[in-house]
Every structure is written in structure tokens, then in C-alpha cells.
Nanobody, 126 residues
Framework: QVQLVESGGGLVQAGASLRLSCAAS????????MGWFRQAPGKEREFVAV??????????RYADSVKGRFTISRDDAKDTVYLEMNNLTPEDTAVYYC?????????????????WGQGTQVAVSS
């Protein structure tokens, strides 16, 4: 059974940084697209970033709202995906979810992803 476990969330002040981690287990993730999404109170879950999980084939995409501030990366040896978040603003406050897509589909849509973590809360105060 595939498991995704996020960690690293917390309460920080505007301008601070956080690094989220997503530890994956249960299958090989070669060729799997790993994404980060977030959901703020009263809003729909939205795409944040995605990275492929395949040596030699690297595709990274970011939402416009986080481009230049967030960085997605992976550690193949640890089956872990990271989201480095810098210069955080109150608008980044949300529950952040890690997700894995085993099939083809639009990487920006939640329906494309087969597995989800439980989420980690990020709160940014002004």
C-alpha cells in the first residue's frame, strides 16, 4: 500500500522559510509524478508544484503564485520529496498535501493524482 507522509509545517512570521517533506513508501516511484497542493480555509485545493520521479527525466512546474519563492526537489535514496518555501506570506497559509500520480493526466488537477498524504498545516502571520 502506498503511503505518503508529510512533515515540516508550522507557524511562522511573514518572510520566514519552511521546508516540507513527503516520505513515500509502498512501491517504486520511478516515473511517478509527485506534487504538492494546498488548501486554505473555505477554498478549493490548488496546485503548488510538481516534479517527476525518474532519473534522467526531470520536469518541474510551479504555480505562478509561488514561482521564485518555492523549490521542489527529491531525494531518490530516501524516496522523499521536499518543498522549500521562502519569503512566506499570509496568503500561503493552508494545509499542504503531497500527492503521487501513477497515470497520465493534467498535472495541475487533483483528479490526476492517485495517492495523497494527510497534510501538514502551514500558518503565516503578518
Amino acid at each position: 500500500q502506498v503511503q505518503l507522509v508529510e512533515s515540516g509545517g508550522g507557524l511562522v512570521q511573514a518572510g520566514a522559510s519552511l521546508r516540507l517533506s513527503c516520505a513515500a513508501s509502498g512501491r517504486t516511484f520511478s516515473g511517478t509524478r509527485m506534487g504538492w497542493f494546498r488548501q486554505a480555509p473555505g477554498k478549493e485545493r490548488e496546485f503548488v508544484a510538481v516534479i517527476t520521479w525518474s532519473p534522467g527525466l526531470r520536469i518541474i512546474r510551479y504555480a505562478d503564485s509561488v514561482k521564485g519563492r518555492f523549490t521542489i526537489s527529491r531525494d531518490d535514496a530516501k524516496d522523499t520529496v521536499y518543498l522549500e518555501m521562502n519569503n512566506l506570506t499570509p496568503e500561503d497559509t493552508a494545509v499542504y498535501y503531497c500527492a503521487a500520480a501513477l497515470r497520465t493526466g493534467n498535472i495541475y488537477y487533483t483528479d490526476t493524482y492517485d495517492y495523497w498524504g494527510q497534510g501538514t498545516q502551514v500558518a503565516v502571520s503578518s
